[in-house]
């Protein structure tokens, strides 16, 4: 297993559907922004061998769309949004946090399957 090391910080690989804290800034227009957790969603077979991976953002926000995926992290209700994904370094990664609930994560996987259907 690989390691990260992330702003002065060194923890083990995510995998795939761990919640990690990310520095989302610099973004340009809608995208969404600040640090704030993601769910990482490149497989484990990628996340090990990649210096890049791909993330959706979760937010609090209360706009419900069929591309976010409701969910509640730490006691906190919210979305992860679908079609916000993003490739990033893994050096914008500042912590591991948690995993996402299994139950919420084959809603995920069925939400991306739908956003990338012909």
């Not at 227009?29 to 484990?44: A, H, N, Q, Y």
């Amino acid at each position: 297993m690989g390691v990260v090391k992330a702003r002065s910080k060194t923890f083990p690989r995510p995998k795939r559907f761990d919640i990690v804290l990310v520095v989302l800034d610099p973004t340009v227009g809608s995208e969404i922004r600040k640090t704030r957790p993601c769910v990482m969603l490149s497989p484990d077979e990628a996340n090990t061998v990649s210096n890049t991976v791909v993330v959706a953002p979760m937010t609090t926000g209360t706009d419900a769309y069929p591309t976010r995926v409701p969910c509640t992290f730490r006691r906190k209700k919210g979305y992860v949004v679908v079609d916000q994904l993003r490739t990033i370094d893994t050096t914008r990664i500042v912590q591991i946090l948690g995993i996402l609930d299994s139950t919420v994560q084959k809603a995920v996987l069925a939400s991306l399957a739908a956003f990338f259907a012909p």
